[in-house]
């Protein structure tokens, strides 16, 4: 198996701390959103709990060659507890655990939690110090609430998918989880933000909260102004493919070896070097192409031009060229190409892990990186129900509770 390329793979260290130490997290998010907030805070110290049912998270069935891969990257540094959550017997385990906890996430459609008789108010009244986060496709409220909400259909209802893709050709989703991964980094600053209020709260004025996130309007702030442009234009954006409606030069270029090659002249120096470039420094005086605005609206010529001139270099002389001219222009790589930039290697962008099924697993490096307190590797991501045991115990369950929740179906 390909590796990220270190001698030896990364180790993880159980006694390893970061800023989160002593912060504990349940975690009963089922799929990508909400493992990608608590692997924020897992990476950083805190203590993440997975609660899982008994099939375990979704997220586990997840498989690329027979390995849970998702799995192992999105759950690093994190606990499992088995609770069967339709047993009343697992619902009060649950209130206790939350009474020793900092942060409870959960991404059930809204109103199921409520169902459950485990609703913010009686989570809260249990541990007044608690940051509910609660991920939900369209959030609590609003006529879309309890619909599923998958970040699929919210990449397309939030404007984004309507913008990627070619004009002449049907509007495209991303090929992975993009709303989850957005939503949960930001789910991972709410919290985050939550706790430092909490913690400076004056006189108890601020305790614990409700965190209400939601994967559509996660993504949506992707498009930035747009609702704005629209207000003030009327006007819809087109699809343009790898171009861009706000600057030219933008786009992919074809070489002549058949690779590609992405290049961004945002400012008005840039594209100039662009010009001067390929042999064509005439342009940036004349009327159709000398201002930003005047090369957005002649896009095609532009992209004609520039893509003539790779269409007779390979990549690597194209990027030489470039590059020696301080051009922003990049290779459009893939995961193997990354996996074997020197760039990549000398910053530890993926680093190997150590795993005890593969040897080692290469997976992106914690991120992102404090100087004086990092993340750290503690543990790989836990077997269903591993730690049951361990995190009732110290929750204060004797050997004798637990065992009759296990022969109750409550836990495993």
């Not at 805070?41 to 891969?69: C, M, T």
Request: proline letters at 7%; hydrophobic letters at 40%; glycine letters at 10%.
């Amino acid at each position: 198996m390909p590796g990220a390329g270190n001698t030896t793979p990364i180790r993880f260290d159980p006694r390893a701390e970061g800023p989160l130490k002593g912060v504990r997290v349940l975690d009963l998010s089922r799929l990508v959103a909400g493992n990608m907030l608590s692997l924020q805070l897992g990476d950083f110290g805190a203590d993440v709990i997975k609660i899982e049912p008994p099939e375990g998270d979704p997220l586990r069935d997840w498989r690329d060659n027979g390995q849970s891969l998702h799995w192992k990257t999105y759950c690093r540094n994190k606990r499992s507890v088995v609770l069967n959550l339709r047993h009343d017997a697992a619902k009060d385990a649950l209130l206790r655990l939350v009474a020793t906890a900092d942060v409870l996430i959960e991404n059930y459609r809204p109103g199921t939690l409520e169902e459950m008789g485990l609703g913010p108010d009686v989570l809260l009244a249990r541990n007044p110090n608690l940051i509910v986060a609660r991920v939900s496709g369209f959030g609590q409220t609003g006529p879309y609430a309890r619909q599923p909400g998958f970040g699929t259909l919210v990449e397309a209802m939030s404007g984004f998918a309507a913008r990627t893709g070619f004009a002449d050709r049907e509007p495209v989703l991303p090929p992975l989880a993009l709303a989850d991964m957005i939503a949960g980094i930001y789910g991972a600053f709410a919290v985050t933000t939550a706790l430092r209020a909490r913690d400076n709260g004056t006189r108890g004025q601020i305790k614990g909260q409700v965190i209400d996130l939601s994967l559509l309007e996660s993504m949506f702030s992707v498009l930035g102004p747009e609702a704005g442009i629209f207000a003030t234009t009327g006007q819809v954006k087109e699809r343009v493919g790898s171009a861009s409606n706000t600057s030219s030069p933008r786009n992919v270029y074809r070489c002549s070896d058949g690779q590609y090659v992405a290049v961004s002249g945002s400012t008005q120096n840039m594209a100039k070097r662009i010009f001067e470039i390929i042999g064509r420094a005439e342009m940036i005086d004349d009327p159709r192409f000398r201002t930003n605005t005047d090369r957005v609206k002649h896009r095609p010529l532009v992209d004609a031009a520039v893509g003539a001139w790779f269409a007779t270099k390979t990549r690597d002389e194209a990027l030489l060229i470039m590059r020696e001219a301080s051009v922003t222009a990049g290779p459009i790589y893939t995961i193997a190409d990354a996996m074997t930039d020197p760039h990549f290697r000398e910053r530890g962008i993926i680093v190997d892990v150590e795993d005890a099924e593969l040897g080692a697993l290469p997976m992106h490096n914690i991120m992102p990186r404090l100087s004086q307190t990092p993340g750290a590797f503690r543990k790989p991501a836990p077997g269903l129900g591993e730690d049951t045991d361990a995190v009732l115990a110290e929750a204060g369950f004797g050997p004798e509770e637990i065992a009759r929740l296990r022969r109750d179906g409550a836990a495993a």
